[in-house]
């Protein structure tokens, strides 16, 4: 369903399907937290039964009580009550909120890769600028602290609830925002289509939810100079730009030194507490079982990167390797038994594939929501940024080489395409990353359907394809289509 283009509308309709539908469980508890006094003993107690019948819930809200991060001392905290004595109310309600917030969207259930890509980058780049913000607030009551971090945390709410809500209409706007040029393109974009903005429906959440009046007034006025949402507002920045596959240089020198004179400390320094914050960030996501993430938090050590002159450096050439081939299909049988996320099944078949089977690159192309395109998902290996936003392939062509193999659901060994046998099927392929010597093709499965494919060449070093490599890359591809079968059911 598509909402009235009216704004209030627009508004009103995706916080009520984002409350009673979708997030229900992370609404509750945020109302509930909020009507424990937190100056009135009792509501220790009240705390800790508030959560105590979710047993996933407050296990990971001791694991994270008792990491490093939170607790100096010697022994285990062992409820959720005692927590709050020891760390603070605060502290403990922040935790809650937290642990309820990534269970809800990690735990979102049939997005599509791309969407759930685009979510778990957003809470990525959130966690790491809660953790920013509260280290910029070092010199502040820890009070401050908090109520800054779970601000920032929540920042984009409004965005990251709408991703998981999954369904064809996120997959249309994802498709949609991936062909605007510009943020000024995509703001439009989503107003178009949602009949509100995403820091609209952030604000209208917030406060449906009582999330507090310190998120509601960064949203609203993100150059207010108070400095909890001036942290908040530098901590959103720099996550944003070093998230980026490419840094504009001119507005990361403008944001440090801006984060810089807010910490009174020069540059430098406070580049060094950025880096440590985000190894805090990592401990922090792990003790919160949110591994998930890891892979996509904004780096600090980008800005020593682009501040320092790049070395030439010659890409690896990747041969045949038996000891990767083995130790990667483990990884992978390991995963049938253990239900995994798509996108870890996905990095660890194509690792296998690009060092174990010795391809120059390799990736997975999926289905677009209308099936008329294959799109990159992930690519490795040499060019694989250029091949991830150039290799699309059109299927309008019902004689093309991926067209019958949906239809035939095999794999393919193309050892030359440019021989009579494979000329007219290749010509769907975009003529710039065409691999004069041969590529390999298969369906990626999932219950017997295709929703993709799988892809490897050895173009930029010219070498050609054996019959065992075609045999091992079918080895990985099979075995892989198990494991994606499976995490979807």
Not at 12 to 29: F, G, H, K
Not at 129 to 154: C, K, N, P, T
Not at 231 to 248: H, N, R, W, Y
Request: net charge negative.
């Amino acid at each position: 369903m598509k909402p009235n283009n009216n704004t209030n509308k627009g508004v009103e309709y995706w916080t009520n399907r984002i409350s009673d539908l979708e997030m229900p469980a992370l609404c509750s508890t945020v109302q509930a937290l909020e009507k424990l006094a937190k100056d009135d003993v009792s509501s220790l107690s009240l705390l800790g039964r508030s959560v105590m019948h979710d047993n996933a819930l407050t296990s990971r809200i001791l694991r994270v009580a008792n990491s490093a991060i939170y607790h100096k001392g010697t022994s285990q905290i062992s409820t959720v009550s005692r927590a709050a004595i020891v760390l603070g109310f605060d502290a403990v309600r922040n935790i809650c909120i937290t642990a309820q917030l990534l269970s809800s969207l990690l735990e979102s259930k049939n997005l599509a890769p791309s969407v759930y890509e685009r979510l778990i980058r957003l809470m990525a780049k959130g966690f790491q600028a809660a953790m920013l913000a509260r280290m910029m607030l070092s010199q502040y009551d820890e009070e401050v602290q908090e109520e800054a971090f779970i601000a920032s945390l929540l920042y984009r709410i409004g965005e990251s609830a709408f991703w998981s809500i999954g369904g064809e209409f996120t997959e249309t706007l994802d498709e949609l925002l991936k062909e605007c040029k510009n943020p000024t393109e995509e703001r439009s974009m989503i107003r178009e289509n949602l009949g509100a903005s995403f820091p609209q429906l952030t604000q209208s959440i917030a406060r449906h939810w009582n999330l507090g009046e310190l998120l509601i007034q960064a949203v609203n006025h993100p150059d207010d100079q108070r400095p909890e949402i001036r942290s908040i507002f530098l901590a959103d920045k720099l996550c944003d730009l070093l998230s980026q596959k490419v840094i504009d240089k001119d507005e990361l020198e403008k944001r440090l030194t801006q984060a810089a004179h807010f910490t009174g400390l020069d540059v430098d320094e406070f580049t060094l507490r950025m880096q440590r914050c985000a190894q805090a960030t990592h401990k922090l996501a792990d003790a919160y079982g949110a591994k998930v993430l890891l892979d996509y938090l904004p780096d600090p050590r980008r800005i020593n990167q682009i501040t320092e002159e790049a070395l030439v450096v010659e890409p690896p050439l990747y041969i045949p390797n038996l000891n990767i081939q083995l130790a990667k299909l483990r990884e992978l049988t390991a995963f049938v038994i253990n239900k995994t996320e798509f996108n870890r099944i996905m990095q660890i078949v194509l690792e296998g594939i690009l060092e174990g089977v010795g391809v120059d690159r390799c990736g997975v192309l999926l289905l677009s929501p209308s099936r008329k395109q294959l799109q990159p998902r992930i690519m490795l290996g040499r060019d694989a940024d250029e091949m991830k936003h150039g290799f699309i392939i059109d299927l309008s062509d019902k004689k093309g080489l991926f067209r019958l193999a949906m239809e035939h659901k095999e794999s393919l060994w193309i050892d030359n395409p440019n021989a009579l046998k494979w000329r007219e099927q290749c010509q769907e392929l975009p003529a710039q990353h065409l691999a004069k010597l041969g590529f390999l093709v298969a369906p990626l499965l999932v219950d017997g359907k295709v929703i993709g494919f799988y892809y490897a060449d050895r173009g930029p070093s010219q070498r050609v394809f054996m019959e065992e490599d075609f045999q091992a890359f079918n080895h990985f591809v099979q075995l892989a289509n198990v494991c994606f079968t499976v995490s979807l059911k």
